[in-house]
């Protein structure tokens, strides 16, 4: 399902609001939370196709690395046959950590629009931003805030009901 797209770096437009995708990453956190793993999910889309999808795996996997940015990532590479992610908006719930705002760069991702902020690990801008770091060869447009509420929600209620057990 690979079409060929001129190389342009602005993704192709979506017919959907940012809303409407970010419901779509905040039903992969669930995932992640309903198996008790932090609930934080992504989605990569590509014009109106969602191309990657991610939840957090860190617990079950046992691997520090198993972000749910990075196996949207993998999977959207595999589906698009590329590991530069051009044409895609990746969304995620939560604000990118060093690793996945990394790889993110990497993969030369043109847009990120994320939920919530992480004052612990957030390079989205929180404690920096390296997504749009002046020196690195590729930069991101960044959208946060996107259902920020509901984002920062979902690990609320999954922190306080750990707390209880
Ligand atoms: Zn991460």
């Known amino acids: 399902m690979v079409m060929s797209l001129p190389l342009i770096h602005e993704p192709p437009a979506s017919t959907f609001p940012h809303d409407y995708w ?15 793993e932090v609930p934080i999910g992504a989605v990569i889309v590509r014009g109106d196709e969602i ?25 959207a590479s595999e589906n698009l046959d590329a590991w530069r992610l051009l044409h895609c908006r990746l969304y995620v719930t939560l604000e990118p950590c060093p ?6 760069v990497q993969c030369r991702v043109p847009h990120v629009i994320y939920g919530a ?27 946060a805030g996107i259902l920020e509420e509901e984002c920062a929600d979902l690990l609320k209620q999954f922190f306080k009901q750990l707390r209880h057990k």
Do not use: W
């Open 22 to 36: 970010m419901r779509e990453a905040i039903a992969e956190a669930r995932k992640a939370g309903a198996i008790g």
């Open 117 to 143: 902020t992480d004052p612990k690990a957030g390079c989205g801008g929180t404690i920096m931003n390296l997504l749009q770091e002046p020196k690195f060869n590729h930069r991101t447009e960044l959208t």
């Open 99 to 104: 690793m996945c705002a990394g790889a993110i």
């Open 51 to 75: 191309v990657g999808r991610g939840y957090n795996l860190r617990e079950s996997s046992r691997d520090g690395t198993a972000h749910a940015e990075m196996i949207a990532i993998r999977e």
